[in-house]
């Protein structure tokens, strides 16, 4: 993928030096340089800083629905009418059974994700026994979403056995009023300073089509940098009937492969990792592949329905991947 322009010739090997730029070089990379030039630069950063290898996850869903805080998109907000199914936290057999089943699919990382706004030291207690139970047989390593946890709930986790802690920014902060006022990004950010302090590596991404400009995704890959974030999970938007954005018009392909690029190129040493809405953009996933993304969670989300593991393994493979 030869470049054609000089500035990104010199940004790349300023890039894979340990430079990292800012807001407003970002912007211009956007608005001046052709598309398909950024798509290769994160192109080339990706082959650079993770070779061919693909890592795959998988979530399982914890526990399910009544949650207390009002995102605009999320089906398991109690402000919401969906048909999600609710639940309490899961047994330690159920959520042993799930990750041995992804373990012997070859899926390299597992979580358990919650709905609420946090768990409390009770439940914390509980999780961490199902967590110590998973890790004993290690035969895939432990990722957690459960909330705003506190210092010590993070460092109880990283002593079972638990690698990385997920705590999605979801957007810009400049935005994020927008889409939820029962929490606020500062309180986001604290969670993923503590579970850093915990010893943790730190996973957060979010959601794009949600309203949002492009200038906003660029101050969402920025933020997202300063925090130095290892995974960034890349979800599209599914609009679910019965929540706020449920009319929300779909972005174009442009806008999904811009993101994914500039999302690379801003952090150029993550995981850019394939999420949510992979429905949406099932025509544009082998471009995704060329544009930066570097992961993917596989198997089934949250409240919809995922991919199937084995499918997903074969066209990553296709494509030149090791997984």
């Not at 398909?36 to 192109?43: D, K, P, R, S, V």
């Not at 869903?61 to 605009?72: I, L």
């Not at 089934?300 to 499918?311: E, H, V």
Request: with cysteine.
């Amino acid at each position: 993928m030869k470049c054609n322009t000089p500035h990104i010739s010199e940004l790349e090997l300023r890039l894979k030096a340990g430079y990292r730029i800012g807001y407003d070089e970002a912007l211009d990379l956007l608005h001046t340089i052709p598309e398909e030039e950024l798509f290769a630069l994160a192109h080339r950063l990706r082959l650079h800083y993770q070779g061919k290898q693909f890592e795959t996850c998988s979530i399982m869903n914890a526990r399910s629905g009544r949650c207390s805080e009002d995102c605009k998109w999320c089906a398991q907000s109690k402000y919401h009418r969906t048909d999600i199914q609710v639940y309490p936290l899961v047994d330690e057999p159920e959520a042993l059974a799930e990750a041995r089943h992804n373990a012997s699919k070859g899926v390299k990382r597992f979580s358990l994700v919650t709905s609420g706004r946090s768990l409390t030291d009770r439940e914390i207690d509980k999780i961490c026994q199902i967590y110590r139970r998973i890790a004993s047989e290690g035969n895939i390593r432990l990722c957690a979403s459960l909330g705003l946890l506190n210092r010590k709930q993070l460092m109880k986790l990283k002593a079972s056995g638990v690698e990385r802690y997920h705590c999605n920014l979801e957007t810009a902060p400049s935005y994020f009023s927008q889409l939820c006022t029962t929490h606020t990004p500062e309180e986001k950010m604290q969670t993923i300073r503590w579970a850093r302090e915990a010893g943790l590596s730190i996973c957060s991404g979010g959601i794009i089509g949600m309203g949002e400009s492009e200038e906003q995704r660029i101050e969402f890959a920025i933020t997202l940098q300063q925090l130095g974030v290892d995974s960034i999970p890349m979800n599209v938007l599914n609009p679910i009937p019965g929540t706020a954005l449920e009319n929300m018009p779909p972005l174009s392909d442009g806008e999904v492969l811009r993101a994914m690029a500039m999302m690379r190129i801003i952090n150029p040493t993550a995981d850019i990792r394939l999420a949510g809405g992979r429905n949406r953009i099932k025509h544009l996933e082998p471009r995704t592949l060329f544009c930066g993304v570097s992961a993917s969670i596989v198997g089934d989300m949250l409240t919809t329905a995922g991919s199937d593991i084995d499918t997903d393994k074969a066209m990553f493979r296709s494509y030149g991947f090791e997984v």
